[in-house]
Structure formats: structure tokens, C-alpha cells
């Protein structure tokens, strides 16, 4: 019996092991599947249109999204909480798509909001429950003629590759802090955020909207590190001391961790 127990938990502890080490691996981001949506486009070659959105990244071509943008419809956008995902988008069953069915990759800045005065199908194509992309015109220029308006799509979620780390550009005061998180890899995602001054433990922050997380406590004059957990992944990883006890609104601070 003694040694069919310690077999039974040697094996235990090599399937917790296994486990572990899954875990792991599904702490990276892989592409998702195929799925099937349509696209369209909105403002024009230079994208001016599509800066600022409903991420809170302002200035995309300043916080290094450029022009491969993507505005998602409600069902995709989670309220928020797609901020920052990646897709790789490619026409596809359409005459207007570009031969080989190139793809794009686009990074989720923006939200294309439901038009109840027009029908699903015809013009409200980011009305619930629809799955939709109203790209950048530059990004939607490479999978299809742009005189098509609207195409269908094959798209999957893909890691989103940045460099560098984390940014953290900061609003608010001493009492309350509101960080607008972008540069984000992996994911591209987030699902909760903490922050700690130097005098104080992990403090939780709440989502405010887009990928803008915030904190009422009293953070002036201390470092600040943060917390950040993946919204797709569930990975974790901290940044240390971003922040120096001399931090002002209106500033941008980089971490030198990312997301795998
Ligand atoms: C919604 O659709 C109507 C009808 O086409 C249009 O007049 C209106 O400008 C649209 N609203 C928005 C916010 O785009």
C-alpha cells in the first residue's frame, strides 16, 4: 500500500507540474482562430480622424499605434476592455479584396458606436450584436479597394508586438491619480491594475474608461510602481518605481517590463 500511495502521489505531483508549466504556456498570448466579420473604414488617408477615440490614446501617431487602427463595434469593444487588443484583418469572398488576401495589423484604439437610426444590415453595421471593424482608412487600404465601403472579413486575435515597455501617462493630483495605459504587449489588454506609492502597499485601481485606470489616494511625492494584469491572459507583471517621487500630471512614464 505505502508504495502505491507514493506512486499515486509522485504522479500527483507530476501532473501538478504539468499543469503548472500549462499555465504558463497559456500566459502568452497565441492566436486566436478564424473568425468571420465585415470592415469598413472611417476618416481618410491621413487618419487625423481616428486620433484621440475611445481607448484614451490620444495622439496615435505620439503613443506609437500610427495609423494600423481599429475601431471595434460594441459587441467586441467589452467596454473597454478590448483597448489595445491586436487583430490581423484580410479580406476575404469579396471581388474588392486585393489579390492574395493580403492581411492588416491593427491595434483596437477606438470604438464604433451603434446607429439605431440605421437598419443592421444596411449602414448600422456596428449595431449589437454585430461583429465589426471600422478600420483606419491606411489599414483598411491594404486588404481591399477602398471604393468597396464595406468588405467581409477573416480575422483572428493575434500578441500584439510592441517595443519597449509599458507607458504610463499620468492626469490627476496628488490625491487622485488617472493613468492612461498604452504601449501595451502580449494581450494588449487590461483586466485589473494596482498602483503603489513608496509609503504605501498595493492599492487597487478602478477602470475609468478605455485603457484609463484610477486610484483616490494620497501618491504625492512618492515613486509609484504598478501592477498590471492581462484582461486575455490573466499574466501578471510589475513594474517597479516607474514613477520618481517627483511625478507630474501631464507626464508619460515607460516601465522596462512588457507582456510576452
Ligand atoms: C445615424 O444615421 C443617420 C441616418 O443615416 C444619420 O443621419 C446620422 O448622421 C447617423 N448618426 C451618426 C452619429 O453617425
Redesign the pocket.
Known amino acids: 500500500m505505502a508504495s502505491s500511495s507514493s506512486f499515486s502521489s509522485s504522479w500527483a505531483l507530476a501532473l501538478l507540474l504539468l499543469t503548472m508549466a500549462m499555465v504558463r504556456v497559456d500566459a502568452r498570448m497565441s492566436p486566436s482562430g478564424w473568425s468571420l466579420a465585415h470592415a469598413t473604414f472611417y476618416g481618410d488617408e491621413s487618419a487625423s480622424d481616428t486620433m484621440g477615440g475611445a481607448c484614451g490614446y490620444g495622439n496615435l501617431f505620439n503613443s506609437g499605434y500610427g495609423t494600423n487602427t481599429v475601431a471595434l463595434s460594441t459587441t467586441l469593444f467589452s467596454n473597454g476592455y478590448a483597448c489595445g487588443s491586436c487583430y490581423q484583418i484580410r479580406c476575404f469572398g469579396s471581388p474588392h479584396c486585393y489579390r492574395g488576401y493580403p492581411f492588416a495589423t491593427v491595434t483596437a484604439t477606438n470604438l464604433c458606436?451603434p446607429?439605431w437610426?440605421?437598419d443592421s444590415n444596411n449602414?448600422?453595421w456596428c449595431n449589437p450584436p454585430r461583429t465589426h471593424f471600422d478600420m483606419s482608412k491606411p489599414a483598411f487600404m491594404k486588404i481591399a479597394d477602398w471604393k468597396a465601403g464595406i468588405v467581409p472579413v477573416m480575422y483572428r486575435r493575434v500578441p500584439c508586438i510592441k517595443n519597449g515597455g509599458v507607458r504610463f501617462s499620468f492626469q490627476g493630483n496628488g490625491y487622485w491619480l488617472l493613468v492612461y495605459v498604452t504601449n501595451v504587449g502580449g494581450g494588449g489588454d487590461i483586466g485589473s491594475m494596482w498602483v503603489k506609492g513608496s509609503k504605501t502597499g498595493w492599492i487597487s485601481m478602478s477602470h475609468n474608461w478605455g485603457a484609463t485606470y484610477q486610484a483616490f489616494a494620497t501618491l504625492g511625492g512618492q515613486s509609484l510602481s504598478f501592477k498590471i494584469t492581462s484582461y486575455t491572459t490573466r499574466e501578471t507583471i510589475i513594474s517597479w518605481d516607474v514613477a520618481p517621487s517627483n511625478w507630474n500630471a501631464g507626464l508619460t512614464y515607460q516601465a522596462s517590463t512588457n507582456f510576452a
Open positions: 458606436p446607429n437610426s440605421e449602414g448600422g
